[in-house]
């Protein structure tokens, strides 16, 4: 995946392999772009792939800096992303420099078996910006109106069980004040990448009368994540029912809730 970076775009992407944190320092550049990427954009590794590579390549006309770090990747309750050190992943180099329209490669190795549960990590790619990057300045007034915007690429490296179970379910489906909300459990052994979750709204007639589609994401294993939308105030007193529909990159999981008037926002 490709990006390329300027002053006046800032920009997020979720749902993919790969995702982007941008980390933004003030400095008195007037003109900022550059660009580089990651192949590929995870890592699977096993107990018959013990290892691999990452290939960083620089696109840009400059010399490209970057530091390199792997963090264990697990879950909160709310389905939000937590990191904590880890010794289970080894990996060279930690900080190193392309040459513009070159690459160079990070390789990655796993210590110790696979256990029964797949384990999950990223490997951190930060861009180091660069000193004629940060002092090249064009000021006025007292605060330049350039910004120096550094990457940060979080890869997934997912180490799999010897023996793979992958499963979902919608294991509860509710609503209170308008706001429906559906949570989706990972019950398999290896992680569940959803691509999207849609709520269709329909009344006694049978007759849609909305559907919302909500971005998906990763569920790790043996987790879960809620998703939710809020119904239009006009027309929740005429809905029956709401289905769910949650398709990840293997399988869909569907589930329904019946309506009761109580349920819509007051």
Not at 204 to 218: H, I, M, P, Q, R
Request: glycine share 6%; proline share 4%.
């Amino acid at each position: 995946m490709k990006l390329q970076r300027a002053a006046s775009a800032f920009f997020f992407f979720l749902g993919q392999s790969i995702s982007c944190v941008f980390f933004v320092f003030l400095s008195f550049s007037a003109a900022l772009s550059a660009n580089f990427q990651i192949d590929p954009t995870s890592l699977d590794l096993s107990s018959n792939v013990r290892s691999g590579a990452f290939s960083v390549i620089n696109g840009d006309k400059e010399k490209l800096n970057v530091q390199i770090s792997v963090q264990e990747w697990t879950q909160d309750a709310e389905g939000k992303d937590v990191y904590t050190d880890t010794m289970d992943i080894v990996f060279f180099p930690k900080i190193m420099t392309i040459e513009p329209n070159e690459q160079r490669a990070i390789r990655v190795g796993v210590k110790g078996p696979p256990s029964l549960k797949e384990k999950t990590f990223r490997l951190f790619v930060e861009e180091i910006p660069s000193q004629t990057k940060a002092t090249d300045a064009q000021v006025t007034g007292k605060l330049s109106a350039g910004l120096t915007i550094a990457f940060r690429y979080a890869v997934p490296i997912f180490l799999k069980p010897v023996r793979i179970q992958e499963s979902g379910v919608i294991e509860k489906i509710e609503m209170s004040n308008g706001v429906a909300k559906a949570t989706i459990k990972n019950n398999g052994n290896i992680h569940i990448k959803l691509l999207t979750v849609t709520f269709r709204g329909k009344g006694t007639n049978g007759k849609e009368l909305f559907s919302k589609d909500v971005a998906g994401w990763y569920i790790l294993q043996g987790l879960s994540r809620p998703y939710e939308v809020i119904i239009p105030k006009e027309l929740c007193g005429d809905l029956a029912t709401i289905e769910i529909s949650a398709q990840s990159e293997n399988f869909n999981m569907n589930g329904t809730l019946n309506v009761a008037k109580e349920m819509c926002a007051k």
